[in-house]
């Protein structure tokens, strides 16, 4: 079986840095955008497996690239947010978006494993 594809996107260096690790460690191809156009150049020429994808982001936030995801690209590819900002608004308009799943920062990276195979599990 494949290693499955997982595009981490988030601007904090630190937390991708080990969330990276961890999923990594976890058996996952891990491939890591800093900002919203690396997410969108990355998607434009490869989909992966499930995306993990924080909603502030410099030149394209979460919420565009679920809208992205879904509208432009036409993909059904489980979506995770992970947010500092995890007020109602902002969870509620993931959701509407079509996110799969939404996580509030400080993220521990064992629950992201697990909510991550939950997700491939059910694609």
């Known amino acids: 079986m494949s290693q ?15 969330l990276n690790f961890r999923l990594k460690k976890g058996g996952y191809d891990v491939h890591h955008s800093a900002d919203g ?4 150049e990355f998607l434009d ?11 502030m982001m410099p030149y394209f936030s979460g919420i565009e690239l679920i809208d992205h995801v879904r509208n432009t690209l036409s993909s059904k590819v ?3 947010i992970i947010s500092s900002a995890g007020n109602e608004e902002n969870v509620l308009d993931a959701f509407q978006m079509g996110a799969n799943d939404f996580i509030s920062k400080p993220v521990s990276p064992s629950e992201l494993l697990v909510r991550v195979a939950r997700e491939l599990n059910k694609a």
């Open 45 to 55: 020429k490869s989909m992966p497996d499930i995306i993990v994808s924080d909603i």
């Open 37 to 40: 156009k690396e997410v969108k």
């Open 78 to 80: 489980p979506i995770i």
């Open 4 to 18: 499955k594809r997982i595009l981490l996107a988030d601007d904090d260096e630190l937390l991708a840095s080990l």
